[in-house]
T-cell receptor, first 113, second 116 residues
Framework: GQQLNQSPQSMFIQEGEDVSMNCTSS?????WLWYKQDPGEGPVLLIA?????ELTSNGRLTAQFGITRKDSFLNISASIPSDVGIYFC?????????????FGKGTKLSVIP | SAVISQKPSRDICQRGTSLTIQCQVD?????MFWYRQQPGQSLTLIAT?????????ESGFVIDKFPISRPNLTFSTLTVSNMSPEDSSIYLC?????????????FGPGTRLTVT
């Protein structure tokens, strides 16, 4: 199946700083999804991207669908303590149909107050 | 969006027993899935729960170990059978609804299972 490489694996930042993380694939994705998972909770969908080059914002979050359709990034501006969690990128596995998700390994974000 | 609930939220079970996890979605959805997440790891798809037919399992997962039911468009169960400590994990229910070209998949809060 397809694989998603997500980086960085973890990051420690000061409150107020901006954050950037990305996801790359060796194959094309038609949809990119970004999730956040808090400890003890299920992943929550943050942003969905459907078109190459698309740039979408959700509050302090901005995500872009790479023009090659093989990458995506997520930016968080002016981080706050509640941004702490694990961020996953995901995309439908086109090889098995259009609905089974492949997940990256996640970026663990820690925010230092 | 879809609101998904799972029961139980957590459980501690003895080796050799079975546990059934329930998943309820607040509206009809196209597809339902079951994932497993080992501590500190990413999500791994166990199977797709098909309404009215047998579930479709991913490589490494079998029906005898993880029987799944989906009697209607809003409800599914996953049973973890003959448990061993290696089954300790978070089990997540997920639902997908296709609306035009838009694809969104939502997750339940998870069931944290510990096998002793």
């Amino acid at each position: 199946g397809q694989q998603l490489n997500q980086s960085p694996q973890s990051m420690f930042i000061q409150e107020g700083e901006d954050v950037s993380m990305n996801c790359t694939s060796s194959s094309i994705f038609n949809t990119w999804l970004w999730y956040k998972q808090d400890p003890g909770e299920g992943p929550v969908l943050l942003i969905a991207l459907y078109k190459a080059g698309e740039l979408t914002s959700n509050g302090r979050l901005t995500a872009q669908f790479g023009i090659t359709r093989k990458d995506s990034f997520l930016n968080i501006s002016a981080s706050i303590p509640s941004d702490v969690g694990i961020y996953f990128c995901a995309g439908p596995d086109s090889g098995a149909g259009s609905y089974q998700l492949t997940f990256g390994k996640g970026t663990k974000l820690s925010v230092i107050p | 969006s879809a609101v998904i609930s799972q029961k139980p939220s957590r459980d501690i079970c003895q080796r050799g027993t079975s546990l059934t996890i329930q998943c309820q979605v607040d509206s009809q959805v196209t597809m339902m899935f079951w994932y497993r997440q080992q501590p500190g790891q990413s999500l791994t798809l166990i199977a797709t729960a098909n309404q009215g037919s047998e579930a479709t399992y991913e490589s490494g997962f079998v029906i005898d170990k993880f029987p799944i039911s989906r009697p209607n468009l809003t409800f599914s169960t996953l049973t973890v059978s003959n448990m061993s400590p290696e089954d300790s994990s978070i089990y997540l229910c997920s639902a997908y609804r296709l609306a035009g070209r838009f694809y969104e998949q939502y997750f339940g809060p998870g069931t944290r299972l510990t096998v002793t």
